[in-house]
């Protein structure tokens, strides 16, 4: 059974920082994209980063650019979302999810598998 479990979300002041973790197991996902996505309340689910199978390129949400950056561990079957100069407006459920190919954009039908996600919360 595949699960991609998300850890690392809480409560943190606006300017404050949070690692995000995607723990995948049931399978490898070395040669698939991941992907980060969030959903506000009330609002659709957004695109917020991806990298490519090996980590040698990523994307970003423009609203997220230049503070988010997108890793992976494929030893660990793990992916990371390290978040800088969090906002007030950053505030979602991050859920991450595994593409079908290796490379993927910010299409919610590139990816396959998702996770439960995990709430980040900041405060002003």
């Known amino acids: 059974q595949v699960q991609l479990v998300e850890s690392g979300g809480g409560l943190v002041q606006a300017g404050g920082s949070l690692r995000l973790s995607c723990a995948a197991s049931?399978?490898?996902?070395?040669?698939?994209?991941m992907g980060w996505f969030r959903q506000a309340p009330g609002k659709e689910r957004e695109f917020v980063a991806t990298?490519?199978?090996?980590?040698?390129?990523?994307s970003y949400a423009d609203s997220v650019k230049g503070r988010f950056t997108v890793s992976r561990d494929n030893a660990k079957n793990t992916v990371y979302l390290q978040m800088n100069s969090l906002k007030p407006e950053d505030t979602a459920v991050y859920c991450c999810?595994?593409?079908?190919?290796?490379?993927?954009?910010?299409?919610?039908?590139?990816?396959?598998?998702w996770g439960q996600g995990t709430q980040v919360t900041v405060s002003s």
């Open positions: 990298i490519n199978w090996s980590g040698g390129r990523t």
């Open positions: 999810a595994a593409a079908r190919a290796a490379v993927a954009g910010s299409r919610r039908l590139d990816y396959v598998y």
């Open positions: 049931g399978r490898t996902f070395s040669s698939n994209a």
